[in-house]
């Protein structure tokens, strides 16, 4: 028997890869739904169609958006301020003293776990300020190792040239030091971006600012409401890949700006 | 002019002891050396991007062609020469010359080893200077392509004084240069 639909022979490349997609979605919509058949406990697992109706019921109410609002705006600020401060001490720190003397505070900040940050920030900060300085501490070192290495990627015999041909000021670091800087720092908001929102949102979960996504889960699991622990996890999981999408769209449109970086 | 008086210069595993130079007419100058006694770190040092002792003393600006081709991968050739503002029309000129033109608008990485090196001799050539060091500036390229840029380093030699790094001693003589020994 011959199957309806031959992808092989689809020639739109866009149309292909989206036929692609809605088919690998609906095979694991599946599994989840064959899972849901088998476990047949609505404590444990929640059906598809189940989250689906709910997530279009909580569509409906202004609670749902306000909670979404403010965690994505919260997370946002965390991750702005993050990125921009990560490139300030990237700068900072190309001078091989402040380097050294800044070292240990990125090393700390790299090896010290997301829930010790909330359990410290929770005795400093008021509940609402700590997803986004949790969110701020995720990005930082990210960015900062990145575009840090960006810079020493521009190397001396560059620096002599720009020196010979007298291009200095804002002249250089534009036309050197920035596309030699920029794939690293794209590489770092993309991997931020994705660490942040989960690092945030916990953050939430534990400290529960009012109007929140994780106050909203943390209430679910503890009502036992295994359904609405799955809506906001398909929420917080499609959120995530809104985000995703829009910085990578920036990114790319910065990108084409300046083509393939490297030096020859 | 340049006035080179006691140079020493100690850089990585090249040390250059006591070097004196004199240069008060424009011209061509070969500077000669055995591989590894310092042609490239003196170059350095006349340009003060490395530390040295003694005197040195340059009337004038500087247009260096390092060893490396060193052009900026996410610039066109083009681009790569205005970026140090250099002399508009000699840019044109020598572009048109070196038939760099013809890949104007290609990124370094899309180009051959000779096609850099052209491309970076129009920018240092064309680099409004009174002192031009071109270190190994036939590397590359072939014999055609050689002798255009000796016939143009022979006419800017009759303005400006040119110091030429090479290891063809019939570079001597095709560019009726003078030569600069560094022992």
Known sequence: ?264 | MISIKNLRVKFKDTVIENFNLEIEKNGIYCLFAPSGAGKTTLLNAVSKLIKFEGEIKIDGEISYLFQEDRLLNWFSARENIMLVEPDEEKAEYYMTVFGVDEFADKKPQELSGGMKRRCALVRALAFKADVYLLDEPFRGLDEQNADLVRKEIIELGKEKIVIVVTHDELDLEKLNAQRITLN
């Open chain 1, 1 to 264: 028997m011959q199957c309806p639909v031959r992808i092989s022979i689809i020639k739109n490349e866009g149309l292909k890869k989206t036929l692609i997609t809605v088919l690998v979605a609906i095979f694991w919509i599946a599994v989840w739904q064959g899972i849901y058949l088998l476990v047949s406990d609505d404590l444990i697992i929640a059906s598809p169609m189940a989250v689906l109706n709910r997530i279009f019921v909580l569509g409906a109410t202004k609670d749902f958006w306000l909670a979404v609002l403010y965690s994505v705006l919260r997370i946002l600020l965390g991750f702005i301020s993050g990125v921009v401060f990560g490139v300030l001490m990237a700068s900072l720190c190309a001078s091989r003293l402040l380097n050294q003397l800044f070292a240990p505070i990125i090393l700390l900040i790299r090896a010290t776990p997301v829930a010790s940050f909330i359990m410290l920030t929770w005795l400093w900060l008021k509940r609402d300020s700590i997803p986004v300085f949790v969110s701020f501490l995720m990005v930082v070192p990210i960015v900062w190792g990145n575009v840090a290495t960006g810079i020493k990627g521009v190397g001396k015999e560059y620096k002599d040239f720009a020196k010979m041909y007298k291009i200095t000021g804002m002249k250089k670091i534009k036309y050197l030091f920035i596309p030699s800087v920029l794939p690293h720092f794209a590489s770092a908001v993309f991997t931020s971006a994705g660490l942040v929102w989960k690092a945030g949102v916990a953050a939430e979960v534990l400290c529960q600012p009012k109007i929140s996504i994780g106050s909203n889960l943390f209430d679910a699991r503890s009502f036992l409401d295994t359904l609405d622990v799955f809506v906001w996890t398909a929420v917080i999981i499609i959120i995530s890949l809104i985000l995703e999408k829009i910085i990578k769209t920036l990114l790319k449109q910065i990108e084409k700006k300046f083509a393939i970086a490297g030096l020859t």
